[in-house]
């Protein structure tokens, strides 16, 4: 595997109002944040044994966070269409439940104090730039990923809200239909009389 890197093709033509300059550009500062993000998450919180599980769930999520980036970025830059969203597949529940992250805005920040605070600035200045932050509100990929990474960090940004998932209107249960009252059934006459005993 050669370590070229991913550079545009030439035979693409970049999307009109993107220079592919700005968007790799973009792409590695966004890593670069989360890498170092990512590595101060597994250092200050091995020494916390009451946030040590987060370490590799929470790794997990910001790699995966800046790999998906780095390839809207690449689309971006080379004027290719996003690929269509998989479907998920239901898999069966796992034997260990998951671990919960915290949902609190700027739980990192809190729990890193001023060593977190340099991210949260990496993160604010670069969405401060009117051109960078225009191109992310453009791009609702973009968009999707850095809204939990501000969010986490406690960063001030002016990324687009999501939109809002409409509510599914139940239908009105068809009325029951009134059920005719049962009439009491008389007891069947016996046919043959009753037996008289003998001691009788």
């Not at 550079?7 to 170092?36: F, Q």
């Not at 104090?113 to 949260?120: G, I, L, N, R």
């Not at 239909?177 to 009788?200: D, E, G, V, Y």
Request: aromatic share 6%; proline share 16%.
């Amino acid at each position: 595997m050669s370590d070229a890197p991913n550079l545009p093709d030439p035979r693409v033509p970049p999307s009109p109002g993107v220079s592919p300059e700005l968007a790799y550009a973009i792409a590695a500062r966004v890593t670069a944040i989360v890498a170092g993000l990512a590595a101060l998450i597994a250092r200050a919180f091995l020494k916390n044994p009451f946030r040590a599980p987060l370490i590799v769930p929470l790794w997990k999520r910001l790699t995966r966070a800046g790999q998906r980036f780095a390839r809207v970025m690449d689309h971006l830059a080379t004027n290719t269409p996003f690929p269509k969203p998989r479907q998920r597949l239901r898999t069966r529940p796992a034997a260990t439940p998951p671990v919960k992250l915290p949902h609190r805005r700027a739980w990192l920040l809190k729990d890193l104090a001023w060593e977190a605070a340099f991210y949260t600035t990496q993160l604010e200045t670069l969405l401060s730039d009117p051109e960078i932050a225009g191109l992310v509100a453009a791009c609702p990929q973009a968009a999707r990923i850095l809204r939990p990474l501000a969010h986490m960090l406690g960063a001030t940004t002016t990324l687009p809200k999501p939109p809002a998932i409409p509510r599914r209107t139940r239908k009105p249960a068809p009325p029951i239909p009134h059920a005719t009252p049962l009439l009491p059934q008389r007891r069947p006459r016996l046919l043959f009389p009753r037996r008289i005993s003998k001691s009788a």
